[in-house]
Every structure is written in C-alpha cells, then in structure tokens.
C-alpha cells in the first residue's frame, strides 16, 4: 500500500481550484468581450479568431498525453504502480508484474491517443473551417483558390448561411 501525501493533495487541490477560478473568469469576462469583437469582424477573419482559439484548446491534450506517457514509462522500467517515489494523492494500492504491466499500457495507450487527439484536431480544424465560407471565398490558410472573391456579409448569421448555402440540413 502506497500512503497517501496530503501535501501533495492540498497542492492538487489548490491547483484545481484556480483552474476552476481561471475558467470562471474567462466564462464571464473574457469569453463575453470577445464574442462581441467577433461581431464587429468580417467573416473569414472571425472564423481564422474562431480557428486559432479551439486549436489551442485541442493543443491542451498534448501535454497531460506526454506527461501519462513519461509516468507509464517509470511503471514500464520499474514494473509496479505507482513506480517507486511516485506520491498519491489517495492511499493506492501496489501493483506488481502483470497487473503493473497491464496499467502502463493502458497510460500508454491514453497518452499516445491524448497526443494524437490534439494534434490531428488543431490541424484539421482550419480546413473544417473553410468549408463553412461561401464558394469562392477562401480564409487565409486555405491552399485552394476555387475561383473569383464574393462580397461577404459583415457578420456570420444562420439566414445569411442559409441564403448562401442552402438549408443547414
């Protein structure tokens, strides 16, 4: 049994609830303040803000997946979990040979996904993206020039979408 470090709980703790107080705030200060500069934005331009900002929250994957790789590759070289000077933030108990083994690749397996997850979303999103632009419109990343610019509409609506495009189904 691996005894639990209440230190270490208390900082996971603490660290948690300014996460929370960080989103909080960006929920009802930031998030507000910038959807109302996206309105005053062109199309293509508030779609490139829209891009930039959801392929930083894909990116937020990467790190916990390298960090879930290192810590399988300490259960991995020393074959038990938690590996040896691991602290917990709840007593755990010890998992030897097969078991130990089992556990280490399941981190493996979340983290090499967490990684892929992340990466493979703040790429593609900008191509999604540019599907959402009328024909002949391009957003600046695209590397497709279909044709002629069309005049665009000073804000991204459901009626000027449907106008454009068709029904949304």
């Known amino acids: 049994m691996v005894r639990a470090d ?7 703790l603490l660290l948690l609830i300014g996460m929370a107080g ?25 779609l490139r803000s829209i891009g930039r900002l959801l392929a930083v929250m894909w990116l937020g994957l990467v790190l916990p997946g390298v960090y879930m790789l290192w810590f399988a590759s300490r259960v991995w070289r020393s074959g038990r979990f938690p590996p040896p000077k691991a602290r917990v933030i709840r007593d755990t108990r010890l998992l030897t040979g097969a078991a130990a083994l089992a556990r280490a690749r399941l ?52 009626q000027w979408m449907i106008q454009t495009r068709g029904t949304p189904c």
């Open 6 to 12: 209440r230190g270490y709980r208390l900082r996971w």
């Open 107 to 158: 981190l493996t397996l979340f983290g090499i996904s967490a990684i892929t997850l992340g990466v493979a979303g703040a790429v593609y999103l900008p191509h999604a993206l540019n599907e959402l632009m009328p024909e002949g419109r391009d957003l600046p990343w695209s590397t497709d020039h279909p044709g002629p610019k069309k005049q665009t509409p000073p804000l991204i609506s459901a």
């Open 22 to 46: 960080v989103g909080a705030a960006a929920l009802g200060w930031a998030l507000p303040a910038w959807i109302a500069r996206l309105e005053t934005l062109e199309p293509d331009v508030a």
